[in-house]
């Protein structure tokens, strides 16, 4: 059963520690997704990427997170330096585009991954 | 720009009466729109999309192009129905898919 894996599940930090989390996409799949959750906003696009490049990551603040994808089985979301406000859940999710063979718009989510910065 | 607006936050009902989680869309082109739906204790999952036209566990979804609505409707809610539902946009290449701000959906007995 093939699934998208994040790590870590939980995460407490203190304000200022950089933050590290990671995602592997299920296998076959060229897109990928990050998403922050949370009460007030819901799911948030923060940046995805076709086929390892970034296509758009306008919703992430530039001046302390970023996302990579170094190989196709691994894209990962750092924030540094963490801050309260960026307590949160990040979802990572993985679909295939149209031109792949895959249903556009048909993600298939982690678990993700609970952040608290205190 | 591109906008999912989903105005009810809560919706509460008692089992076996009608529901309808409203969903509204802002995009310049043709959408694929998108239900999501996430259980306690389990991970977002894709419900229905419009493009399909399909029934799923009773829920049905009508675009509206003109309107750009896209409301979710089951005519007698369960109780397993409770959950996150979250409303979803996709360009059309499927390539950027982004969500409304969800409705949690509580079935009372």
């Known amino acids: 059963d093939a699934r998208v894996t994040q790590t870590p599940r939980h995460k407490v930090t203190e304000m200022g520690q950089e933050v590290t989390m990671r995602c592997q996409p299920i296998l076959g799949h060229n897109t990928v997704f990050w998403y922050r959750q949370t009460m007030m906003q819901g799911l948030e696009l923060l940046a995805y990427?076709?086929?390892?490049?970034?296509?758009?990551d306008s919703g992430m603040p530039k001046d302390r997170f970023s996302a990579e994808m170094p190989d196709a089985t691994l894209a990962t979301l750092k924030i540094q330096p963490s801050e309260p406000r960026d307590s949160a859940v990040y979802f990572c999710a993985s679909g295939s585009s149209l031109l792949a063979g895959g249903t556009p718009g048909e993600l298939f989510f982690g678990e993700g991954s609970r952040l608290t910065v205190l | 720009a591109q906008r999912v607006t989903q105005p009810e936050k809560l919706l509460s009902v008692f089992k076996g009466a009608p529901v309808e989680l409203k969903c509204n869309y802002s995009?310049?082109?043709?959408?694929?729109l998108f239900w999501y739906v996430q259980y306690s204790r389990q991970r977002l999952q894709l419900l229905l999309r419009?493009?399909s036209r399909e029934s799923i566990k009773g829920f049905t979804a009508d675009l509206n192009k003109g309107e750009t609505s896209f409301h979710l409707k089951k005519p007698f809610a369960q109780e397993e129905d409770s959950a996150m539902y979250y409303c979803a946009l996709s360009d059309a290449g499927g390539f950027k898919t982004i969500f409304g701000a969800g409705t949690r959906l509580f079935v009372k007995a």
């Open positions: 995009y310049s082109g043709s959408p694929e």
């Open positions: 990427f076709r086929n390892r490049a970034p296509l758009d």
């Open positions: 419009h493009i």
